[in-house]
Structures are given as structure tokens and as C-alpha cells.
């Protein structure tokens, strides 16, 4: 069973009215960020500063060591489209998700290359727990899973801020076409291209920072 470690979680805490929150009974929106294949949660936390000063912001540690980093599933399963590894991390994200002590009324993910994937997948798997989706520079697991149907039925559905880059080599074409008639078809998507690699531009970093203040 895959674990997500949360003395390795990098937080920060989300500047927001706390007599509102009280009121509310909850903890604000939380952003859970996730990193691509062979990183680590320091890498896109580095995005913190820039993102809306209200989320609390938990960036993850993917629980496969991969290299001198991490991974959240074998890209050769996925090609398969043998979903059961990033299940398994999808699960292990809930499950610490399910850990918290803090309440929060609203979680929102965010996932680069490999961690899109996943944002994806936990939200094929808690159709309802989701607030908003950023899938940067990422693909989607092909075979179809038990909470789609309900994914795409979910009145409004989740929305997601697809991007990609016209010069990425990392994330093929083919997944890239595949992904985006299937996210169409479970999400409220905006969908952006930059002229950039396997990477995030400023241009993007701003539309992800708009995105986010519109659901959050």
C-alpha cells in the first residue's frame, strides 16, 4: 500500500479572514499541489509566492522513489492503460487528504506533467470532493474508471485549466489529442497553449493565478 508522507508535506498557510473562517466552521480553500516524475515537493512549491495568498498550499512528495526523486506511477503502466499504480496513488492521497485534523471548505488540485495525471485521478475517484483542477504540461490515464460517469454527470462540473506547450517533447501529441475530447467530456475545461517545453512560463503562471482566483 503506497503512503503519502506528511512529515515531508511543505505547507504554507493561507492568509485569510479567520473570523470568517470561524464562522464558516472550516479552514479556508486548500491547494494541493503535485509534483511531475522525478521531482520532489520543493520543486513546484516554489510556485507559492506567486499563487492567491488565501489558499493554504500542501505540496506532496509522490510516494515511488524514481532516480534521485519521485514518482507517482510507472509511465510504461499507464501506456497500457493499466490505471492500478496511479490508483494506488490516488488512494494514498485521499487517505492522508482524509487524515487531516484541519477542516477545509474547499480543496483544489494542482498537478505538473505526472501529478496532472493524478489530479485527474482523484478526481475520477471523489467525483464530489474536488473545487477546481490545474493539469499543466499532463495527459489523462486512458482506461475508463468506476466514478467517470458520475465525473460527467456532476452539476456544475469541476473546472479545470488545461495547458501545454507547442515545443513540449515530453507529453507525446497522441496524448495530448487523446486527453482533450476526454476532458471536454467530465469537466468545465479552459484550455491554454504557450510556446514553451516540458516546463511553466510566466504567461502560464498568470493564467493559473487567474484561474484559481475565479474558484477559489
Not at 478526481?123 to 483542477?133: G, L, N, T
Request: glycine share 8%; hydrophobic share 45%.
Amino acid at each position: 500500500m503506497l503512503e503519502i508522507d506528511a512529515d515531508a508535506v511543505q505547507w504554507r498557510e493561507g492568509r485569510t479572514d479567520a473570523a470568517e473562517d470561524a464562522a464558516a466552521g472550516d479552514g479556508g480553500d486548500l491547494l494541493v499541489v503535485m509534483h511531475g516524475l522525478g521531482s520532489h515537493e520543493g520543486d513546484l512549491f516554489g510556485l507559492a509566492p506567486h499563487l492567491p495568498a488565501s489558499l493554504t498550499i500542501a505540496s506532496l512528495r509522490a510516494p515511488i522513489p524514481y532516480g534521485g526523486g519521485f514518482a507517482w506511477f510507472d509511465r510504461a503502466v499507464v501506456e497500457l492503460d493499466d490505471p492500478s499504480l496511479v490508483d494506488a496513488s490516488a488512494r494514498a492521497v485521499l487517505a492522508w487528504l482524509d487524515g487531516l485534523e484541519r477542516p477545509f471548505r474547499r480543496v483544489h488540485l494542482l498537478g505538473f506533467s505526472q501529478g496532472g495525471v493524478m489530479a485527474v485521478q482523484l478526481a475520477r475517484h471523489a467525483p464530489d470532493r474536488f473545487s477546481s483542477i490545474v493539469h499543466l504540461a499532463s495527459f489523462v490515464s486512458a482506461r475508463e474508471q468506476p466514478g467517470d460517469a458520475a465525473l460527467a454527470a456532476r452539476e456544475p462540473r469541476i473546472p479545470l485549466l488545461s495547458t501545454i506547450g507547442t515545443l513540449d517533447d515530453v507529453i507525446r501529441r497522441e496524448e495530448v489529442e487523446r486527453a482533450i475530447p476526454w476532458l471536454d467530456a467530465h469537466f468545465d475545461v479552459e484550455r491554454r497553449t504557450y510556446e514553451r517545453a516540458h516546463s511553466i512560463v510566466a504567461e502560464e503562471l498568470a493564467d493559473v493565478v487567474a484561474f484559481l482566483d475565479r474558484w477559489r
